[in-house]
Antibody, heavy 119, light 103 residues
Framework: QVQLLESGPGLVKPSETLSLTCAVS?????????WSWVRQSPDKGLEWIGD???????YYNPSLKSRVTISVDKSKNQFSLNLTSVTAADTAVYYC????????????WGQGTLVTVSS | ETVLTQSPATLSLSPGERATLSCRASQNVNRYLAWYQQKPGQAPRLLIY???NRATGIPARFSGSGSGTDFTLTISSLEAEDFAVYYCQQRGAFGQGTRLEIK
């Protein structure tokens, strides 16, 4: 079955760019599913960041849209998250996840990776 | 933007009891609602999608119901591994969670 695994730096300095990658195994990133990022912090709970289809179609959380880019790399069967101008408020566990064609639910999820924003 | 409100915030029950968790949407979402279980240090796990469909591998003691703005997750007879936090979700919105704890 499809498995997802996040990777990237665990510590990012304020004002810099947070970059994470999600490797997809057991399935193809061109399968027609949406590929998503969700984060979780004690303050905000679970927060949807955005979704992307391998064709390039995307949806982003309006509160983050100006700072977020999600991209898909078909050759590596992975997708990525870039979040610019980070602050301490962006400290969270970041999850990648798959959604079906109707974008109605997230399954499966990656194990999550903690990103701390601090100097 | 849809806002999801879960109740209660915490539910204290004993193994073998029935658990009823509620999720209310701020607008009509038809049946497009999902439920997740999350244990400490783990990612959320999909339990129910489209209001009442159990995800693959989810035990029959978990059931979902509702449509429109009011939804319910029921666990018919609690087992030790069911004590966790439960979230509802609709598109880009998540509820704040219900913590199910052992009484």
């Amino acid at each position: 079955q499809v498995q997802l695994l996040e990777s990237g730096p665990g510590l990012v300095k304020p004002s810099e760019t947070l970059s994470l990658t999600c490797a997809v195994s057991g399935g193809s990133i061109t399968s027609g599913n949406w590929w998503s990022w969700v984060r979780q912090s004690p303050d905000k709970g679970l927060e949807w960041i955005g979704d992307m289809l391998q064709s390039g179609s995307s949806y982003y959380n309006p509160s983050l849209k100006s700072r977020v880019t999600i991209s898909v790399d078909k050759s590596k069967n992975q997708f990525s998250l870039n979040l610019t101008s980070v602050t301490a408020a962006d400290t969270a566990v970041y999850y990648c996840a798959r959604q079906g064609k109707l974008r109605s639910w997230f399954d499966p999820w990656g194990q999550g990776t903690l990103v701390t924003v601090s100097s | 933007e849809t806002v999801l409100t879960q109740s209660p915030a915490t539910l204290s029950l004993s193994p073998g009891e029935r658990a009823t968790l509620s999720c209310r949407a701020s607008q009509n979402v038809n049946r497009y609602l999902a439920w997740y279980q999350q244990k400490p240090g783990q990612a959320p796990r999909l339990l129910i999608y489209d209001a009442s469909n159990r995800a693959t591998g989810i035990p029959a003691r978990f059931s979902g119901s509702g449509s429109g703005t009011d939804f319910t997750l029921t666990i018919s007879s609690l087992e030790a591994e069911d004590f966790a936090v439960y979230y509802c979700q609709q598109r880009g919105a998540f509820g704040q969670g219900t913590r199910l704890e052992i009484k």
